[in-house]
């Protein structure tokens, strides 16, 4: 069982920076990708980015492509979500996920282990 925690939201102005962590406890991580979803209010929870065990491979949203940047330190059980020049509409719930092999993904459905999520609001 992995039990994902994030960690770093909170409020910042469009234009700004956050990097939120997300930290696993339970099992190893190992031979395991991991993903970042967000959910705004009233809208479905969607995909922001995905990284494998190695790093070596990643895939990220179009809206989120060129700002946001996903990163992890197996030996410390992490991974980062880096995103700068935020948006108003970046505004969500970020949620980190790990999934059910190595291997990268979008689909909600191949990420069996949730945090609970961390709140990003971005002011205008």
């Known amino acids: 069982q992995v039990q994902p925690v994030e960690s770093g939201g909170g409020l910042v102005q469009s234009g700004g920076s956050l990097r939120l962590s997300c930290a696993a406890s339970?099992?190893?991580?190992?031979?395991?990708?991991m993903g970042w979803f967000r959910q705004a209010p009233g809208k479905e929870r969607e995909f922001v980015a995905t990284?494998?065990?190695?790093?070596?491979?990643?895939d990220y949203a179009d809206s989120v492509k060129g700002r946001f940047t996903i990163s992890r330190d197996n030996a410390k059980k992490a991974v980062y979500l880096q995103m700068n020049f935020l948006k108003p509409e970046d505004t969500a719930v970020y949620y980190c996920?790990?999934?059910?092999?190595?291997?990268?993904?979008?689909?909600?459905?191949?990420?069996?282990?949730w945090g609970r999520g961390t709140q990003v609001t971005v002011s205008s």
């Open positions: 990284i494998n065990w190695s790093g070596g491979s990643t």
């Open positions: 996920a790990a999934g059910r092999g190595d291997y990268i993904s979008q689909r909600r459905e191949e990420y069996p282990y």
């Open positions: 339970g099992r190893t991580l190992s031979n395991t990708g």
